[in-house]
């Protein structure tokens, strides 16, 4: 179950490394790291999101009235604990059971500093473990649908099996890497 949109993990991840940061800092990074073009981030959707982390409690804000110079005074936000803590589960929860190429997936990567080195490899052990499961159960699928569907059915079944093991792969050089460390 999914309890934070994209647009809620991209903000939070970013809040919770950049304390204090305004709207416009955010979408000054959102652009830097051109997040809209691979994260489904929409250009209204960060001050929209940031609104309703407010009402979610997972981020405070504040005026900041130190600020000098023209324009309004800026709101400068920042991660509550339960913001914290969500992001963080929501993360490991991504990273355990997300699907190949799920821009979920890609979203929880371009922040995984947030969590601890242990963490990280424990969500990618259990990702193994998933990544297994599921391509057995598409292995057996495939097998059972083999002379009912068409070519294009069959090299359908081979792409997803071969992404699947393609993550496998990847996720057992993620946990090599940190052993390295």
């Known amino acids: ?50 609104k309703k982390l407010e009402k979610k409690e ?11 110079g023209k324009g309004p005074l800026p709101r400068r936000y ?45 969500a990618f052990e259990k990702r193994i473990e998933y990544l297994q499961l599921e391509f057995k159960r598409i292995s057996q699928e495939s097998v059972e649908q083999n002379n009912c569907i068409p070519l294009g059915g069959k090299i359908l079944y081979m792409h997803i099996l071969g992404s699947i093991n393609s993550e496998i792969k990847y996720s057992k050089s993620i946990i090599k890497y940190f052993d390295g460390i």
Not at 82 to 93: A, F, P, R, V, Y
Not at 107 to 115: A, E, N, P, T, Y
């Open 58 to 68: 997972l981020v405070i804000s504040f005026i900041d009235l130190e600020k000098k």
């Open 1 to 50: 179950m999914n309890l934070l949109s994209n647009v809620e993990i991209m903000l939070l991840q970013i809040i919770y490394q950049y304390e204090k940061i305004t709207g416009y800092d955010i979408n000054k990074y959102v652009i830097s790291l051109k997040y809209r073009d691979w994260a489904d981030i929409g250009k209204t959707s960060i001050y929209t999101g940031l």
């Open 78 to 122: 920042s991660i509550t604990h339960t913001g914290s803590e969500i992001l963080k589960q929501e993360m490991n929860d991504i990273l355990m059971r997300s699907r190949e190429r799920e821009k979920r997936f890609d979203l929880v990567i371009s922040g995984i500093q947030i969590l601890d080195t242990s963490e990280i490899v424990l």
